[in-house]
């Protein structure tokens, strides 16, 4: 079966840091491009960030650039997503995706507040 | 940045009757390789997104034949030929071209 988990959303303060991971299986891994997708409470869906199979290019939404990191690791068949600074309006549910959507988690939930 | 635009918003349907989205990108999202990078998604309520069309028209596998993609370059459509009470939900195009965009959403409702 066909399969992305995510986990690692929290409850964590302004000015914190999170490390979300996202688990896949029944697919090849290693030749997908990936992608992290976010949707504020009540809101639509929010593109984050994407990674190349081999790690090599990376991009994000302008409003993460610099706070937060995209990696994965094929030999694990995971990827990650490293959220420093937090603010408030990061809290959404986290959705970890293959880039062009074929493929879906049931996404982690990241509150951002005090 | 490439930004996406779908109207409407709120699409209120008969159950029956066919409903019709459009998307529109503020570029034209043919890439090099000669594919358009273009996706439908449809969100129920309290689920994950589900991609309904791939590539401007190809259904992914188990979508009903009512869902269907068209359009070209920076103009594209999301059709549904005769909507079920199953198709409630928010639908969202994408674009793959240039990054990553998603469109902010319509949402689809019964009479």
């Known amino acids: 079966e066909v399969q992305l988990v995510e986990s690692g959303g929290d409850l964590v303060q302004p000015g914190g840091s999170l490390r979300l991971s996202c688990a896949a299986s029944?697919?090849?891994?290693?030749?997908?491009?990936m992608s992290w997708v976010r949707q504020a409470p009540g809101k639509g869906l929010e593109w984050v960030a994407f990674i190349k199979p081999d790690g090599s290019a990376k991009d994000y939404v302008d409003s993460v650039k610099g706070r937060f990191t995209i990696s994965r690791d094929n030999a694990k068949a995971s990827m990650y997503l490293q959220m420093n600074s937090l603010r408030a309006e990061d809290t959404a549910i986290y959705y970890c995706?293959?880039?062009?959507?074929?493929?879906w988690g049931k996404g982690t939930t990241v509150t951002v507040s005090s | 940045d490439v930004v996406m635009t779908q109207s409407p918003l709120s699409l209120p349907v008969t159950l029956g009757q066919p409903a019709s989205i459009s998307c529109r990108s503020s570029?034209?999202?043919?890439?090099?390789?000669?594919?358009?990078?273009l996706n439908w998604f449809q969100q129920r309520p309290g689920q994950s997104p589900r991609r309904l069309i791939y590539k401007v028209s190809n259904r992914d596998s188990g979508v009903p034949d009512r869902f269907s993609g068209s359009g070209s370059g920076s103009d594209f459509t999301l059709k549904i030929s005769r909507v079920e009470a199953e198709d409630v939900g928010v639908y969202y195009c994408?674009?793959?071209?240039?990054?990553?965009?998603f469109g902010q959403g319509t949402k689809l409702e019964i009479k």
């Open positions: 994408m674009q793959g071209t240039h990054s990553f965009t």
């Open positions: 570029q034209s999202l043919v890439l090099s390789d000669g594919n358009t990078y």
């Open positions: 029944g697919f090849t891994f290693s030749n997908s491009w």
């Open positions: 995706a293959t880039s062009q959507g074929g493929v």
